[in-house]
Nanobody, 125 residues
Framework: QVQLVESGGGSVQAGGSLRLSCVIS????????MGWFRQAPGQEREGVAA?????ITTYTSAVKGRFTISKEKNILYLQMRNLKSEDTAVYYC?????????????????????WGQGTSVTVSS
């Protein structure tokens, strides 16, 4: 059974940076894509970034050039720079996604099977 635990959320001023971490335990996840999603109050959960076994990455257009997804051993990271107020949301780590992705892959909630509990990010302007 795969389990995910996120950390690194917090409050930051616009223009600041945060790095989210997701520790992954269990088996059967490493061959599938992993990703980060976010859900702002009153909005649907949306895909932010994903990475597959070959380190191919994809990003939603709103964060391209500002966010970087990476992984090391059993930890998934999301480096967030130049944060904006519209980045305020609960951020979720997800695993057991598609086998392969491309830089143009759309990151869909339905494509990921395992989810963390979320970590809150608040960006004040």
């Amino acid at each position: 059974q795969v389990q995910l635990v996120e950390s690194g959320g917090g409050s930051v001023q616009a223009g600041g940076s945060l790095r989210l971490s997701c520790v992954i335990s269990g088996s059967g996840y490493s061959s599938r894509a992993m990703g980060w999603f976010r859900q702002a109050p009153g909005q649907e959960r949306e895909g932010v970034a994903a990475i597959d076994i070959d380190d191919i990455t994809t990003y939603t257009s709103a964060v391209k050039g500002r966010f970087t997804i990476s992984k090391e051993k059993n930890i998934l990271y999301l480096q967030m720079r130049n944060l904006k107020s519209e980045d305020t949301a609960v951020y979720y780590c997800a695993a057991v996604g598609p086998l392969f992705i491309t830089p143009s892959t759309r990151i869909e909630v339905a494509d990921f099977a395992v989810w963390g509990q979320g970590t809150s990010v608040t960006v004040s302007s």
